[in-house]
Each structure stands twice: as C-alpha cells, then as structure tokens.
C-alpha cells in the first residue's frame, strides 16, 4: 500500500480524503493557498506545501505546483478530491509521466466522460438513451438560437467542462437564449478556463438520479444503488438521498447495468458517477459522467457500508475490489444536507465573513440514527470569496426515509452557526415540509415551493405556545441564577410570580405558571392560553442549544440572546421573543414602532462580491428588466436587473471593484 499520498484539494473534501488514510495507515500531504494557511485540512495532515495566491488560478489549479509538492514530499500518489484538477487528463497524464499514481481514472476514460460533449457522443455511439440536443460547439449568441429553435422549447444551456451548476442556464424563449449563452459561457469561462458550451432538451418535471459506480483494474465494476439529487438551486444540489423515493427495482437495476456497461466501454477505473435525469414515467437518460468522487458520496458509504475513499485507494494501488454485485446491499436510508454561506432570506446570495461561532451536532449513532458531519472548518475559520461556498455536509441515517428526515431536522436544529448568513434556516424548514416528505420530487422543487425566494415561516398557534414557554424557562433560569449572585444588592423577595405575558413577534401571550420551582434541571408546568404542559430542559445560561420537551413533544431549538429579549430559530421558525410582566406588557403595547429607512431608491449591492459590469450610465432612463450589473461571488454571476422604470442618477462603484454586502452600486432619481 501507498505510504504517503498527497490531496490536491482543500476544504471539506480534502478532510474527508485524510480521515481514510489515517484509517488505512497512510501519511497525508496537504497544499495551500494563502488564505489557506491556518485551514483545518493544513491541520489534520501530517505535511503541507504552500502553492500560490488565494485565486484557484493561481494555486490549485497549477498542476506544476501539485507535481513540485509531491516531489518535495515524496508523496507515491496523488487523491485530486472534486473540482479543481480530479477531472483534468492532463493533470492525470502528467503525473503518469512523473511517475506519481492519480487516484481516479485513467486518462483515456476522463478525456471520453469528463467532457460533456464527447460524453455524449461516446454514448450515444455506445447506444445509451441520451436527452435529444446539439453536441456540436455553440459559435455565438446567433448560433444559440438557431439551435434552440430547433430542438424546441425549454432548451438547456450548459458548459462543457462544467460542474457543480457552474456555466448552466434554461432558456424558456428565444428571448432566454442570448442572454443564457453570454452568462454560461462567461462562467466556464471564469470558473474552468474552457468556454464551450453545448444545448439539450430540457425535461420537464425530471428527477435528477445518479448511479454510483466503482471499477477496478481487472475489469471488475459495480454499481453501488442510486441517489436522489433532485433538490437543487440553480442547478445545484442541495439535499441528496440514497435510495431515490421513486424508482422500483426494475428500473433501478436497468439504470445501474447501463452505468457498468458504460464505465466497462471506457475501461472505467475508481470511483466514478453515472448521471441520469428522469421522467414522470421513469424513462431514463444519460445526462453525464463525473469521473471522480461526487460531493454526495457520503449517502452512499452510508447505505452501503462501504468507504468509497478507500476503495479509490486501493484500486490505484493496484487491488481488486473485494466484493461482487451481489454482495451489494442498501440498508436504510440517508439524506445529506449541504451547508452553505449564503442568506436564504436574499435569494439564497452568497456571504463572506468569520465563523464567530461552530458548534455542528454530535456525531455517531443516537438511537436508531446516526449522524455524519463533513466539514473543513472550525470555530474562528474565515469563509472567503475565492472558494465554493460550503461550510459542511450534514448526513444522517435511520432505518426508513421519513426517521432519516426527522434525525436530520433534529441535527439541523441543534446545528449553530455564527459570523455569517448561511442555508440553515431553509434547510430545517425543507425537513418539514410535506412534498419533501411524500418524496413528490423534481429538479424545480425549490422555484415551485418557494417562487417568491424563502421566508421565515410563521409559527401556528400551537408552535407559538410552545415557543413561549421555552423562552420563559430561559427567562427564568437567567433570572435564578442572577438572584444567586454573591454580591446583589438587593434579592428578590417573595414567592415566583405567577403570571407573565411573552411577546412572539407582535403578538402578546399569557403564561401561567402552576407549578414547580426554578432548578437546573428545569421542570415546571405552565398554561398557554387555554392548554396545560409540563416543560422540562436541562438548559443553562449561554448555551446556545435548548433541548427539551413541551407536554409531550421533544423540541431541540437554537437560542440567541438580544437586547432585553431573545431569538429562536427552530424547524426554519426564527422568531423574537420578550418576556412581560402583565404590567410591562400593558406599557409595551405602547411602544411606537420604528420603520427602516427607504432604500427604494438604490441599488445596493446583494451579496459581499466583484462587480464585473455596470451596464448603465449616468443620467440613463432604464427599462424594467433591463441589466444594471453584474455581480460575481464563489465563481457565481449574479445579474442585478431593474425593478421598475427609472432613471440612474449617480453611479458609486466600477467594474473590478470589491463590495461589501449592502454597499450602494447606483442611486436613481
């Protein structure tokens, strides 16, 4: 077996790589960028090299500076993660000439599947069911349309190196095209140095299911059952799932023998995903190939009990994968959750900054559950701009679908993180949301369920009274503890006070208490409007989890101090909350409400970003819809478009320009 191997990747992915090795007995070797310096997979392997500036370009994306490290290190092999250089055959073909084992495919199959234009042609050659299109390299903008018209509306518009929804637009009209064309090509472009893009038939209503595949050298291949990739945002994933709630045995035995048919016709070898999207009808077509380990993979290792890393390993060393098809068996079920640093609350846009705070769930087994958590970050980590945005991938599995979705509710409630915006929020409330549940899925989940962007939901009343009490056992706990204090000056006198009133948003509701004292544990009955519950927690002052139970409901909630008050955000809830005297509460209601400030006037910048374009100027009558600027942020264009009729009165940034979240790009008249 190897003895030192090295990762060319960094983040999640390359913790996730050292933590086989360290299993398998292997030293590990780590690169780094600049911003990189003090990351935790530096951390966790036994050697690192510095390769470069903080742009990709400039350091994972050199393959000189990964082949110079090896050397350097002695490292036999090299593990290329996903993105970066792991679906480069270039980079496979010069390690070769170095002498250095890649951990991935042979050259010959990532030139055949790694590009989405040949792989199609390969597979179609192969008689593998493809989604109609032109394969053919798209010239311009005119090109584009011609091509769209002919295959018929909606058309989609994808990079041919491209990945992780990266260079990929629907075109619904002609008008959809041109624009599609410029922003997919643009990204490529930025994102993989290869602007060529290709059209296809966009399927309505699909599923996006993948099959997973693993090979070894000797012509043995398996297909290790399916995922469900079908919750995405703009084309990316969001939540993945291992097996897919829609396909029966028939189909998914049809869709893995087609994969091992297709990695055999390539003499496929290693880890690698066979990509279908399917219909209403379970009609399935080859969108694609990944030749390299996919982000999900973890729902797979996890209904498989089979560590995919290691198996990649072991294959490039030359071993033959030691079990069969048949030996193959999916157990339960998982579900992974990608957490990313961007605010739902503004169309999911990306955010910057320093993790004040981390504090992921326990991992390990609970009950029949259990919980998986890859990350590459810490408490104190700064999430840049030069990188993909992911902060963790949250995993969890139970015996069925519905108790691997609620394990996973519970892990994301008890999930805190500080210092920037992220995805939390939305994903806590996808868990409950009963489409998801019924597993009535498509790659439109997202834009259908949620047209208007995502918003905090609204407590019900029986959510609302829960609520309450859990911040009034705060309340009082806090104040017990403060009577406690050595040095008052002046304790509280008498009994409890019985009655107290909770404001939750702009409602006010009472609470009675009936029995029970302030201890730690808590545990007290209270009446919430005309309902009675014994509420019990082991909580104390500056945790950041509530955990507990109201009446007979178990309830894990995020608790954050505010000014004379609190906030808990629970199953994508996020409320603010006060706790009244009767008399506090009458005084309260009195309280002028403060407006904010009028910002209709300007566009203010969505997202801490580099402007690429701004596509107006002063004194200009713009239209709505028309394009006022661009926006890029983690390798993503975002286009800020017109609201209304206007008219630019001033213009304070330029293109090449770094902004903060919220700073003023344009102001109109």
Same mark, same amino acid.
């Given at each position: ?24 007995g ?73 002498g ?82 410029d ?11 290869d ?10 209503d ?10 070894d ?78 982000v ?26 030691p ?9 339960g079920?998982?579900?992974?959750s990608?957490?990313?640093a ?64 609620e ?47 995502f ?13 309450a009490?859990?911040?009034? !056992?705060?309340? *009082?706990?806090?104040?017990?503890? $403060?009577?406690?204090?050595? +040095? =008052? /000056?002046? #304790?509280?006198?008498? &009994? ?12 006010y ?46 309830l894990?909630?995020q ?14 809830? !996020?409320?603010? *909350?006060?706790?009244f005297?009767? $008399?506090?509460?009458?005084? +309260? =209601? /009195?309280? #002028?409400?403060?407006? &904010? ?33 661009i926006?890029e ?37």
């Amino acid at each position: 077996m190897f003895k030192k191997i090295l990762i060319a990747n960094r983040g999640e992915i390359a913790c996730r790589v050292i933590k086989s090795a360290r299993r398998m007995g292997i030293l590990t070797v780590a690169v780094y960028s600049d911003v990189d310096r003090d990351a935790l997979h530096v951390e966790m392997a036994d050697e690192s090299v510095h390769i470069g500036p903080a742009p990709a370009a400039e350091s994972y994306l050199i393959a000189d500076k990964i082949i110079a490290a090896c050397k350097e290190t002695g490292a036999e092999a090299v593990h290329p993660g996903y993105g970066f250089l792991s679906e480069r055959a270039s980079f496979c073909a010069a390690l070769e000439k170095e002498g250095i084992v890649f951990i991935g495919p042979k050259p010959k199959a990532i030139e055949a599947m790694g590009d989405k234009i040949e792989s199609k042609k390969f597979a179609n050659a192969a008689k593998v069911s493809t989604v109609p299109g032109h394969l053919g390299i798209i010239e311009d903008g005119d090109h584009a349309e011609k091509i769209a018209a002919e295959i018929g509306y909606p058309v989609m518009i994808k990079a041919s190196a491209g990945g992780g929804g990266k260079g990929m637009r629907i075109a619904w009209s002609k008008d959809e095209v041109r624009d599609g064309f410029d922003r997919a090509r643009s990204e490529a472009r930025s994102s993989f140095g290869d602007d060529r893009v290709f059209i296809e038939k966009f399927v309505v209503d699909p599923r996006h299911i993948e099959i997973q595949v693993l090979a070894d050298g000797h012509g043995n291949v398996v297909y290790l059952g399916e995922r469900e990739c079908s919750i995405q945002r703009r084309n990316q994933k969001v939540v993945e799932e291992a097996p897919s709630p829609f396909l029966d045995e028939a189909t998914r035995k049809a869709m893995g023998e087609q994969s091992v048919a297709l990695a055999k016709a390539v003499d496929y070898q290693s880890a690698g995903t066979v990509e279908f999207i399917v219909d209403r009808d379970r009609n399935f077509y080859f969108l694609e190939m990944n030749t390299r380990l996919q982000v999900e993979h973890p729902v797979t290792e996890l209904v498989t009990g089979i560590d995919l890393v290691e198996q990649m390993i072991r294959v490039a060393f030359g071993e033959k994968l030691p079990f069969k098809q048949e030996d193959i068996k999916l157990n339960g079920w998982a579900v992974e959750s990608r957490l990313y640093a961007e605010d739902p609350y503004r169309n999911f846009l990306p955010s910057i900054g320093r993790l004040t705070r981390y504090r992921p769930p326990r991992e390990g087994k609970s009950g029949k559950s259990i919980v998986r958590n890859d990350t590459g970050v810490f408490e104190g980590a700064e999430i840049s701009m030069y990188y993909d945005p992911m902060i963790a991938k949250l995993c969890t599995w139970a015996p069925s679908r519905l108790e691997a979705i609620e394990a996973m509710g519970e892990a994301l409630d008890g999930f805190v993180v500080d210092g920037i915006e992220h995805n939390m929020p939305f994903l806590s409330a996808l868990m409950k949301h009963p489409r998801w549940r019924e597993g009535r899925l498509s790659t439109g989940f997202i834009a259908e369920e949620y047209p208007e962007g995502f918003t905090p939901a609204a407590p019900d009343e029986n959510q609302a009274a829960m609520l309450a009490a859990v911040a009034l !056992s705060c309340n *009082l706990i806090e104040s017990g503890r $403060r009577e406690r204090y050595a +040095d =008052r /000056l002046r #304790p509280a006198a008498g &009994p409890l006070r019985d009655e107290w009133v909770v404001k939750l948003g702009t409602d006010y509701l009472p609470v009675t208490l009936l029995e029970g004292v302030v201890t730690i544990p808590f545990e007290m009955d209270m009446r919430i409007g005309d309902e009675t519950a014994t509420v019990a927690t082991d909580w104390r002052p500056g945790d950041a989890v509530w955990v507990g139970s109201v009446g007979s409901r178990k309830l894990t909630a995020q608790i954050r101090p505010l000014l004379n008050g609190l906030r808990i955000d629970w199953q994508g809830i !996020s409320v603010r *909350l006060k706790v009244f005297t009767p $008399r506090q509460a009458e005084l +309260d =209601r /009195l309280m #002028p409400i403060k407006l &904010p400030p009028d910002t209709s006037k300007l566009l203010l910048c969505p997202m801490p970003g580099l402007v690429v374009a701004i596509a107006v100027a002063e004194g200009q009558e713009v239209k709505a819809g028309e394009t006022l600027a661009i926006v890029e942020a983690m390798k993503m264009e975002n286009v800020l478009r017109a609201e209304r009729d206007l008219v630019v009165s001033k213009i304070n940034a330029k293109a090449g320009e770094s902004l903060a979240v919220d700073a003023v790009i344009m102001e109109f008249a």
